[in-house]
């Protein structure tokens, strides 16, 4: 995936982490701060490549998709500062775990693609092959998009299945109101 594509999906993931968070009863700062720290994550795995020089001379000082792209390092981070959320609560563990969410949703996007990611270890890479990096890119953000919003909606309890009961009872209100005036 591209760079643009991996911002554009962490808009997504920033989303529902915010309402992970919330939905866990977690207060509304801390779910934003963490929010925030998924962008940055989500472009990770590639800026701490380090890329040195320019254009046709770029080269990473670490080689791409091995060390920063490695799976079980970004689930441990998330595991512990999981862990350590549930412990002190403090806004610098929010940050850390939003920072890990990005890089797995970096991770997930990256997997698809013939490059693939690293599993076991950090240079032997796994890849499912469904399609070259770049392909599938808008749909993939749509997907995020989608899920982010509607993962919010639901947090702050709008998609509670009475709540569109009385959407659709006053909006069907409305257009009688509108019909009557017209006939
Ligand atoms: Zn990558």
């Not at 499912?128 to 899920?147: K, N, Q």
């Amino acid at each position: 995936m591209t760079g643009k594509g991996h911002h554009a999906v962490g808009i997504g993931a920033a989303l529902m982490s915010y309402a992970a968070l919330i939905g866990r009863g977690y207060e509304e700062p801390m779910a934003l701060i963490a929010a925030w720290a998924v962008l940055p994550g989500a472009t990770a795995p590639d800026w701490l490549e380090i890329s040195r020089g320019g254009g046709k001379k770029r080269r990473p000082l670490i080689t791409h998709r091995t060390l920063t792209h490695w799976l079980p390092l970004w689930i441990g981070v998330f595991l512990w500062t999981y862990h350590q959320i549930g412990i002190s609560a403090h806004y610098g563990w929010f940050i850390a775990w939003g920072f890990s969410v990005g890089a797995l949703v970096h991770l997930l996007v990256d997997v698809p693609n013939p490059l693939g990611i690293p599993i076991m270890t950090p240079w032997h890479r796994v890849s499912l092959g469904w399609w070259r990096s770049g392909e599938m890119e808008a749909l993939i953000i749509t997907v995020f998009a989608i899920g982010g919003i509607l993962s919010v909606l639901s947090a702050h309890g709008m998609l509670h299945p009475d709540l569109w009961v009385s959407w659709i009872d006053s909006l069907s209100l409305r257009v009688e109101t509108i019909w009557a005036q017209f006939s």
